[in-house]
Every structure is written in C-alpha cells, then in structure tokens.
C-alpha cells in the first residue's frame, strides 16, 4: 500500500534571502498563527528582537500576495511601521501578520 505525503491546501512562499533561505522556501500555512510564529516553526530564524509583541520591526517583511489571507494592519502595528526608513504599502511586522486561511500568501523578508 502506498502512503502519499498529503499536500497542504495553502502554503506560504518565502523570496529567498541571501542568509536566511537563500533558495526560498515554501512552507504549509497555519491559520490563526502569524507569519513570524510559521516561519520559526519552519527553522526560518527571522528577527524578532522583542519576542513577536509588536515592540520593534525587526521582523519586517514585505507581503507581496496574499493580503486578503492575514490579518489587517492594526493601530500599532502601524506606529511601528512609520519608524522605518524603507516602508513600503505592502510593509508588515511578520509577528502581527496573523494567517486567516483562504489561500497563498507570498513574502519576503526585509531583515
């Protein structure tokens, strides 16, 4: 009998980055979880000097696609945001990005 690996329903892609995942990474979403906690449980190791509390942005990441599928932008978030230099529309704290199920999300990380 054979058992076939079941294939997620929605994945999150990350862009590579020259040290984290240089090649890439596709990885199964996890609705109510946010990108940051999928990535670490995926061994992604992305920044998150204040322990994914909305404290710092070292988790910036750029959503690339998917918006429909995370959480909205909240008031702090936003604060945190105005901070850095290289905010961009498609700007989120990974920590605050709750996946919300739906479809794909695509990301990259700026850190």
């Given at each position: 009998m054979f058992f076939l690996k079941k294939?997620?329903?929605?994945?999150?892609?990350?862009?590579?980055?020259p040290t984290l995942c240089p090649e890439g990474e596709v990885v199964a979403a996890q609705t109510g979880k946010s990108i940051a906690e999928i990535l670490l449980d995926n061994d992604i190791e992305i920044s998150h000097s204040c322990q994914l509390q909305c404290a710092c942005t070292t988790c910036h990441v750029h959503l690339m696609e998917g918006e429909a599928y995370v959480s909205k932008l909240h008031a702090e978030e936003d604060r945190m945001l105005n901070t850095l230099p290289d905010r961009r529309r498609w700007s989120r704290l990974a920590c605050q990005a709750i996946y919300q199920g739906g479809g794909n999300v695509v990301v990259e990380i700026c850190n």
């Open positions: 294939k997620p329903a929605h994945t999150i892609t990350i862009l590579p980055h």
